[in-house]
């Protein structure tokens, strides 16, 4: 008995270890709401929705949006950054930009913890508003 036990419990263990190693893979729902950005004198409607995954490390979304001044010239995540704050380029958003686009981008370690606390938004670009003219802070959750 104390052979079979010997040889089981090294199994047992990995076993254990390969399944809660897969266990801990999450998928992570993040979302936001557009509001004007800047000086745009629009009011923006629309959101990001979206997951992340840590096993795949891909950020999937769907953005929807109306009420720009014009059709969206280019569209961004951008971060670190807290509501109201300014930042760079993080990630960009491949075109064809349109209401209801959908997508995936991979994320760096450093990019998914901005992501998920809630460090990034997503920026729409207008030629009336080069800057930006829609912003969707992006939390965790939803």
């Given at each position: 008995?104390?052979?079979?036990?010997?040889?089981?419990?090294?199994?047992?263990?990995?076993?254990?270890?390969?399944?809660?190693?897969?266990?801990?893979?999450?998928v992570i729902?993040?979302?936001?709401?557009?509001?004007?950005?800047?000086?745009?004198?629009?009011?923006?409607?629309?959101?990001?929705?979206?997951?992340?995954?840590?096993?795949?490390?891909?950020?999937?979304?769907?953005?929807?949006?109306?009420?720009?001044?014009?059709p969206v010239?280019?569209?961004?995540?951008?971060?670190?950054?807290?509501?109201?704050?300014?930042?760079?380029?993080?990630?960009?958003?491949?075109?064809p930009y349109?209401?209801?686009?959908?997508?995936?981008?991979?994320?760096?370690?450093?990019?998914?913890?901005?992501?998920?606390?809630?460090?990034?938004?997503?920026?729409?670009?207008?030629?009336?508003?080069?800057?930006?003219?829609?912003?969707?802070?992006?939390?965790?959750?939803?």
């Open positions: 008995m104390h052979a079979l036990t010997t040889k089981l419990l090294p199994l047992t263990a990995a076993a254990f270890l390969a399944f809660t190693g897969v266990a801990m893979a999450k729902p993040v979302h936001g709401t557009f509001a004007t950005e800047g000086s745009a004198t629009t009011t923006p409607t629309g959101d990001v929705m979206g997951s992340y995954s840590t096993k795949t490390h891909m950020l999937k979304y769907t953005i929807t949006y109306a009420g720009l001044s014009g010239m280019a569209a961004h995540f951008h971060g670190p950054a807290k509501p109201g704050e300014q930042a760079g380029v993080l990630v960009a958003i491949p075109k349109m209401s209801g686009m959908t997508g995936k981008v991979k994320l760096t370690s450093a990019e998914a913890k901005d992501v998920l606390t809630g460090m990034t938004y997503v920026n729409l670009h207008t030629a009336a508003n080069p800057a930006g003219e829609a912003r969707a802070q992006i939390t965790e959750g939803k």
